[in-house]
């Protein structure tokens, strides 16, 4: 089992749609939780952090459940621009971090 | 953004040339990292570099070598590689890797080994 399992995607959305992303981890002394996006040929670029209480920046919604180990990335209003892989980033307080396989998002006009 | 600069952002090389991949943080950080990208893989760790101390080998074969010479440098040299090491190859740096915190990366080299 991988340590970190997001939805393979990839999720072709019209514009304006509302998606989401899951992300299950399987070490429970993880203590940090991370969106990255990437988008094609280009370095991974922090998104946003996850915490236990979630939490919101503009149109991104993040959302953390220890009990489950999952998090979850919503887009509200997609725009032609979001388009990118997203990747789940999980870190034990050793500081090593784990990254995802990524979950390509492609908005259609 | 000029954070984490990588050079060069291309490489093509034999099985049997050395060449040597390069960053550069100017932002402070105490730690930096080399990691590796695959096609339809996911980012796999190679090697941590904390105040210029080598902390985490990942299992990466030797044909790999890094260097810090200080906490804002840091190389890789490669030498005697394969085709499966083409790949991207990406330097990140962090302030503290004891917490976890986010990292910052360079563009990357994409590397061909033919």
């Known amino acids: 089992r991988k340590e970190v399992e997001q939805d393979p995607g990839p999720f072709n959305v019209p514009e304006g749609a509302t998606v989401a992303f899951n992300c299950t981890y399987s070490?429970?002394?993880?203590?940090?939780f991370f969106w990255y996006r990437q988008d094609c040929r280009k370095e991974p670029k922090l998104l946003m952090s996850?915490?236990?209480s979630g939490n919101e920046d503009g149109r991104f919604t993040a959302q953390l459940n220890r009990a489950s180990q999952y998090i979850s990335l919503l887009i509200r209003d997609s725009k032609l621009s979001d388009s990118a892989t997203y990747l789940c980033?999980?870190?034990?307080?050793?500081?090593?971090?784990?990254f995802g396989d990524g979950t390509t998002l492609t908005v259609k006009p | 953004e000029t954070g984490v600069t990588q050079t060069p952002r291309h490489l093509v090389m034999g099985m049997t040339n050395k060449k040597s991949l390069k960053c550069e943080q100017h932002?402070?950080?105490?730690?930096m990292y080399w990691y590796k990208q695959s096609a339809k893989k996911p980012l796999e760790l190679m090697f941590v570099?904390?105040?210029?101390?080598?902390?985490e080998n990942n299992s990466v074969p030797s044909r790999f070598s890094p260097e810090c010479p200080n906490s804002s440098h840091l190389f890789l040299h490669l030498h005697t590689l394969q085709p499966e090491d083409s790949a991207l190859y990406l330097c990140?740096?962090?302030?503290?890797?004891?917490?976890?915190?986010?990292?910052?990366f360079g563009s990357g080299t994409q590397l061909s080994v033919l």
């Open positions: 990140a740096s962090s302030q503290d890797p004891t917490v976890s915190e986010k990292l910052f």
């Open positions: 070490n429970s002394a993880s203590q940090s």
């Open positions: 996850v915490y236990s």
């Open positions: 980033v999980v870190s034990t307080n050793a500081g090593k971090s784990t």
């Open positions: 932002l402070g950080h105490n730690a």
């Open positions: 570099y904390n105040f210029k101390e080598q902390t």
